[in-house]
């Protein structure tokens, strides 16, 4: 649902420590919203290799088995090396507890290990991911589907989502028989609810960071297309009554 907040605020209303923040001039707050259904041509897959054994040696042989069986599966349908990342393999003791938690004898040795890889050819998906599954000991498997254009994408929507807050902005004030005068104050912060404290605070809190839709998705399937999303919440200055 679109979020407009329309600020010609009495000041005096406000809470305690939340009108410093508010401009002394009236304004008009408006959240321009964007989106595009793109096809998906990149996946990034991450994967989690555990494995719970009574002895050390037993328990790390089984992780890099499955480790060995995932390369040789990436290696199969042509995943080049470069591709890969693998974490550092990480170990820890288990142990009993008894009605006070206290730590009594070991019950034996988790360990595990990450890999992360990204798929530029989605063409065998399907395969490889079926392939990647049917491996012992592997615990998770996640991706998350994007496009390699992302960067362009979003440029287009931030205009876009500019324009459509512009019109709403001009759309209220013309309501209320006033005109935009100027722009005050832009972000694109995804949480509405901090926005005006972000003014008044230091400058470089002004332009907030982009918050995209970039979502894991666990499937076997390539997603025939992925929503792309651009807000911006901007502050307008409107032209004040002369009397």
Sequence with gaps: MTRII??????????????ANLPDFPFVVSVGNAEREVK???????LEIISFEEKSDLSLEKVSTATESVLKVLQ?????????????IEKSTKRK?????????????????????ELRDLSKYSELISDIVAIDNLSS????????NRKDIER?????????????????????????????????????GSFF?????RSD??????????????AMFVPKNIKIRQGINVVFKIEQDSN
């Design 6 to 19: 329309l600020a010609l605020i009495l000041l005096a209303s406000a809470p305690f420590g939340y009108s």
């Design 40 to 46: 998906p041509d990149i996946a990034t897959l991450n």
């Design 76 to 88: 199969s349908y042509g995943v080049k090396s470069e591709a890969i990342e693998a974490t550092d």
């Design 97 to 117: 507890r008894d009605s006070d938690y206290n730590r009594l004898e070991i019950l034996g040795y988790e360990v595990s290990r990450s890999l992360t890889i």
């Design 141 to 148: 498997v996640q991706t998350a589907f994007d496009a390699s």
């Design 156 to 192: 287009a929507l931030v205009n876009a989502a500019s324009i459509d807050a512009r019109e709403k902005a001009e759309q209220m004030a013309e309501s209320l028989n006033t005109e935009i005068h100027s722009v005050y104050a832009i972000s694109q912060d995804s949480d509405f």
């Design 197 to 201: 404290a972000t003014f008044g605070a």
């Design 205 to 218: 809190q002004m332009m907030a960071s982009l918050y995209s839709s970039h979502q894991a998705h666990v």
